[in-house]
T-cell receptor
Framework: GDSVTQMEGPVTLSEEAFLTINCTYT??????LFWYVQYPGEGLQLLLK?????DKGSNKGFEATYRKETTSFHLEKGSVQVSDSAVYFC?????????????FGTGTLLAVQP | DAGITQSPRHKVTETGTPVTLRCHQT?????MYWYRQDPGHGLRLIHY???????DKGEVSDGYSVSRSKTEDFLLTLESATSSQTSVYFC?????????????FGPGTRLLVL
């Protein structure tokens, strides 16, 4: 079945460092891909999404490009801040299916130190 | 903000007792979902609904039942709670937007089964 694999954390960075969180997927159809962020004690918030190959999603300085040839959707940010400390989840959804169910990766904890 | 509330936000119960969690939405979305979040597993789908009285099982449905008698409310019931059901439970809705459907999450319910 469909699946999502994320790099294990925690990822610890200093403020203003470059961030990459790797995400790869396995899917039989043509999924949409998502990054969600969960700040401490809160629910999940949509960070960005991409719905077809070569699409780039971006928000709050974060970017991810839908790479069909490598089945990847890596999250990047050029300069992280302490306020970016959170758990980041990669997810896919088969938009062609009837239910739009999401399949999540296990999450990556990012800790940014001042 | 997709107008999703969950109640209660926190609950402590004892093994063998029934527990009902409520998800309420204000924007008339057709699809609603219940997930559980556990360390090392990300979020996993328990049940979902595609309309009033229309529900189906997700990946981890054993020990859970759901009901949807009104569009705005989706109830998750643990018939006889077990310690393995200690988790954080998230409700989500699916909303149409640019590029297809996107899921938005409620704030979560933290359940401890003693």
């Amino acid at each position: 079945g469909d699946s999502v694999t994320q790099m294990e954390g925690p990822v610890t960075l200093s403020e203003e460092a470059f961030l990459t969180i790797n995400c790869t997927y396995t899917a039989t159809g043509y999924p949409s891909l998502f990054w969600y962020v969960q700040y401490p004690g809160e629910g999940l918030q949509l960070l960005l999404k991409a719905t077809k190959a070569d699409d780039k999603g971006s928000n709050k300085g974060f970017e991810a490009t839908y790479r069909k040839e490598t089945t990847s959707f890596h999250l990047e940010k050029g300069s992280v801040q302490v306020s970016d400390s959170a758990v980041y989840f990669c997810a896919l959804s088969d938009q062609g299916g009837a239910t739009n169910k999401l399949i999540f990766g296990t999450g990556t904890l990012l800790a940014v130190q001042p | 903000d997709a107008g999703i509330t969950q109640s209660p936000r926190h609950k402590v119960t004892e093994t063998g007792t029934p527990v009902t969690l409520r998800c309420h939405q204000t924007e008339n979305h057709r699809y609603m979902y219940w997930y559980r979040q556990d360390p090392g597993h990300g979020l996993r789908l328990i049940h979902y609904s595609y309309g009033v009285k229309d529900t189906d099982k997700g990946e981890v449905s054993d020990g859970y039942s759901v009901s949807r008698s009104k569009t705005e409310d989706f109830l998750l019931t643990l018939e006889s709670a077990t310690s393995s059901q200690t988790s954080v439970y998230f409700c989500a809705i699916s909303a149409a937007g640019t590029g297809g459907e996107t899921q938005y999450f409620g704030p979560g319910t933290r359940l401890l089964v003693l």
